[in-house]
């Protein structure tokens, strides 16, 4: 557990050990038994968008385990795109899978990187619920503050869909999603004032226009 906490820009993500599941399904048996892994997040699936600070260090797959260490930064630098991303989708409901934070399981080798796994965890869900219960099978997660990191044991599957073993996360990152939606909150109330003060000299340049008019008609009525 680290003591610094994450500041208001970015989401932490401790990655911790790596389980193969063999005897769960044919892809998990499929996956060499010694390799050199690495994870990688992506934020949306969105692949062309280039992450900083989001691969781990390559470590050794061996005997059906692999031990991270390592601790991943989602960066979310103001008037950054995928701050914009994020955003929107906490803002809207249909867009919600823009903020599902996908982890990677990835192998070295000669050709380049080889996706072995994948599991994601849906951050708007994580500050609506203060807590996470992702679609993949098996994952679960404990409530957390803005200071404790949320532990979970993450499924990871096949892109068959298959399971293939549990990746061991600690993520740390409320304060950073309210602050996102405080910032929601601020522009819906600019916005809000800005119609009404629109409404308000709309309708004095209404009343203006039209008072003149009636005053005359009034005249005219009662001299006829």
Request: charged letters at 25%; glycine letters at 8%.
């Amino acid at each position: 557990k680290r003591a610094d906490a994450p500041s208001l820009d970015e989401i932490e993500i401790s990655v911790g050990e790596m389980q193969v599941w063999p005897e769960v399904s044919k892809c998990a048996a499929a996956l060499p038994t010694v390799a050199t892994v690495f994870i990688a997040l992506e934020l949306g699936a969105c692949e062309e968008m280039q992450l900083p600070n989001s691969e781990s260090r390559s470590v050794p797959l061996s005997a059906c385990r692999a031990y991270f260490g390592s601790h991943l930064t989602l960066s979310l630098p103001p008037g950054s795109e995928q701050r914009g991303r994020l955003t929107r989708a906490l803002a809207h409901e249909e867009v919600e899978e823009e903020s599902d934070l996908f982890v990677l399981l990835l192998m070295e080798s000669d050709e380049g990187a080889r996706e072995l796994a994948s599991g994601y965890v849906n951050l708007r869900r994580m500050l609506c619920e203060g807590l996470v219960n992702e679609s993949t099978q098996g994952s679960r997660g404990e409530p957390f503050g803005d200071s404790e990191p949320l532990q979970l044991q993450l499924v990871m599957m096949s892109s068959l869909g298959d399971r293939v073993g549990v990746l061991t996360l600690a993520i740390r990152g409320l304060q950073c999603l309210r602050a996102l939606e405080q910032e929601l909150l601020s522009v819906g109330d600019s916005v809000a004032r800005l119609q009404r003060a629109g409404l308000q000299q709309y309708g004095h340049l209404d009343q203006a226009a039209h008072a003149p008019v009636a005053e005359r008609f009034d005249s005219e009525h009662v001299s006829s």
